[in-house]
């Protein structure tokens, strides 16, 4: 074999170490196996493997990406459609170069299983990788960059760790880290009503805000200036919550601020609607697309007598938010799940 391979001998070769390592593992294996689905299209799977017990058969499909970019999301969109179409238990995307976070959250939603760099070494180890030419552990996105530096988050939370008059520390720092917190955009139509010349006008404007993708969390309106593509690297948190939930929370809030009458009650839920970043009076709020972005933070995890809190640093504005901590603290299992460093 030559030291450089070109981009189809690295394909055949990335394809065959997959079906090594699953034959060594006690599967039977074919490659480049044609199957025709229920739909009557037929399918090429790149490494198909079988293991049967008397009991039941187990199919794993595993689609192998030796390209030299990020996978996008719509490779995981196209093997669950074959999956669900040839009738097959578990499917597997092998890329060299990672994935972009719209490819993990499809996975992860869709129940694929993703293995970059990272996962290969631990499959397959350094001699199985010799000659692939994996690159490093790349999870592009879009998010926005850090602007703040980590010794100004550094000592807002150290401020945090005393007690009221700040003569003596109080907590540990146990953990603190720049990381990427998951959050979605979302276009809102907030539809006002002014009167004019004694009649009733309608109008609706757009509103977009963030909110974070693990509590739902209102973050502020979306800056004017377009997120740019970052990588995630091992410091970035799995998003807890679908847009579709998100969503489904913002529509009914606004459903029962319209449709109360009593003043007591509409103060009530203007002030639940204000914390959503959404302006009252209104008249209906339509929740229209959300786009996934990741906001740069610091996150701090401090412990007093066994407890454990989270204290989250904006690293573009650099000012601490006490509900994004108080948040995260109690999502902190989650937090831990995330960044395994916790």
């Not at 093997?79 to 972009?100: A, E, M, P, Q």
């Not at 692939?132 to 807002?156: C, H, I, W």
């Not at 990381?179 to 006008?201: C, D, F, K, M, N």
Request: hydrophobic fraction near 40%; charge should be positive.
């Amino acid at each position: 074999m030559t030291d450089v391979l070109t981009a189809a001998e690295r394909g055949r070769h990335l394809e065959q170490r997959i079906a090594s390592y699953f034959g060594s593992h006690g599967y039977e294996t074919r490659t480049n196996a044609i199957l025709e689905g229920r739909s009557g299209g037929r399918h090429e799977i790149d490494v198909l493997a079988e293991k049967s017990d008397p009991l039941t058969t187990i199919k794993v499909a595993v689609e192998c990406k030796a390209w030299n970019v990020p996978i996008e999301k719509d490779v995981v969109s196209k093997l669950s459609y074959v999956l669900r179409d040839l009738g097959l238990n578990k499917g597997i995307i092998v890329s060299l170069h990672g994935c972009r976070s719209g490819a993990e959250i499809a996975a992860r939603e869709l129940g694929i299983d993703l293995w970059g760099p990272a996962e290969l070494d631990r499959h397959l180890g350094s001699a199985g990788l010799a000659h692939l030419q994996t690159g490093p552990d790349v999870r592009v996105a879009l998010g926005y960059p850090f602007v703040s530096k980590m010794e100004a988050a550094e000592a807002l939370v150290r401020q945090q760790t005393k007690g009221r008059l700040g003569l003596r520390v109080l907590d540990e720092i146990v953990w603190l880290s720049p990381a990427w917190l998951p959050a979605y955009v979302v276009e809102l139509g907030v539809t006002q009503s002014t009167i004019r010349r004694r009649r009733e006008h309608l109008t609706t404007a757009t509103v977009k805000n963030i909110y974070d993708a693990i509590g739902g969390e209102y973050l502020g309106k979306a800056p004017a200036t377009l997120p740019i593509e970052v990588d995630l690297g091992t410091i970035s948190i799995r998003p807890a919550l679908r847009d579709t939930q998100l969503a489904n929370t913002l529509r009914k809030a606004a459903e029962r601020y319209v449709s109360v009458s009593q003043e007591t009650a509409k103060q009530r839920h203007r002030a639940s609607l204000s914390a959503m970043g959404i302006p009252t009076p209104c008249q209906a709020v339509d929740v229209g697309r959300s786009n996934v972005v990741h906001v740069p933070v610091y996150l701090a995890v401090l412990r007093r007598q066994g407890a454990d809190r989270v204290v989250a640093v904006n690293a573009v504005t650099g000012e601490m938010s006490e509900r994004l901590s108080a948040m995260l603290t109690t999502k902190i299992g989650h937090l831990r799940q995330a960044l395994v460093t916790v």
